[in-house]
């Protein structure tokens, strides 16, 4: 079954500290991962998308098929990085996503 | 170019009636996709649509439904509404696979 996994529901850190958000996935073909963003009172966002490789707001993802995970890292969290982050899975030729349940990144001055 | 836009933004039924809520997709994007978010079960596919055709559905009850128009603005549908349909129901484009653009999504209430 496709299944993804953030095992924490609150990360609390304080601002300069590095942050780790947990993302495992569950899917036997090659996956597209990505981690979505949603800020207080905004819409739901891409944020990072696993084949783009790029670096958003100081944060990047790499995928891990030998232990099939996507883990979020960003080397010094900020207080504006506080918000709800989603890893999400697209598998194969469907057009859906499949989300992780999310974690509340909390980042205290 | 505009995000894609929800409509109406809120809504209180009762239960067993019905409801639609409308999607507007980002100009040129021929997927839409819907979501279901709970706390409980946090953000569930619902279906997609892509060309005025359902590509791929998820595992909701048959009173939850769906069409696309060929200007690929979407609605969907809840029949007989339950308490447990409450939640905000989220619509996202896509030009054909991959990313989506997600709206601010339709709160609804059932009593």
């Known amino acids: 079954a496709q299944r993804v996994t953030q095992p924490e529901k609150l990360l609390s850190v304080f601002k300069g500290a590095p942050v780790e958000l947990k993302c495992n996935y569950s899917y036997s073909g090659s996956p597209e991962l990505f981690w979505y963003v949603q800020y207080s009172r905004q819409r739901l966002q891409l944020l990072l998308r696993h084949i783009s490789r790029e670096s958003i707001k100081g944060f990047t993802a790499d995928l891990n098929k030998g232990e099939t995970s996507f883990h979020l890292k960003k080397p010094f969290a900020q207080e504006e990085d506080s918000a709800m982050y989603y890893c999400?899975?697209?598998?194969?030729?469907?057009?859906?996503?499949?989300f992780g349940k999310g974690t509340k990144l909390s980042v205290k001055p | 170019k505009a995000g894609v836009t929800q409509t109406p933004r809120y809504l209180i039924k009762t239960r067993g009636q019905q409801v639609t809520l409308s999607c507007s997709p980002i100009?040129?994007?021929?997927?839409v996709s819907w979501y279901q978010q709970t706390p409980g079960q946090g953000l569930q596919f619902l279906f997609e649509?892509?060309?005025?055709?359902?590509?791929n559905k998820g595992n909701f009850p048959g009173r939850f439904s769906g069409r696309q128009f060929s200007n690929s603005r979407s609605e969907m549908n809840v029949s007989t509404l339950e308490l447990g349909d409450s939640a905000l129901y989220l619509c996202?484009?896509?030009?054909?696979?991959?990313?989506?653009?997600f709206g601010p999504g339709t709160r609804l209430t059932v009593t």
């Open positions: 999400a899975l697209m598998a194969g030729s469907q057009g859906n996503l499949i």
């Open positions: 996202a484009s896509s030009p054909d696979w991959g990313e989506q653009y």
């Open positions: 649509y892509f060309s005025e055709t359902q590509r």
């Open positions: 100009s040129g994007h021929r997927s």
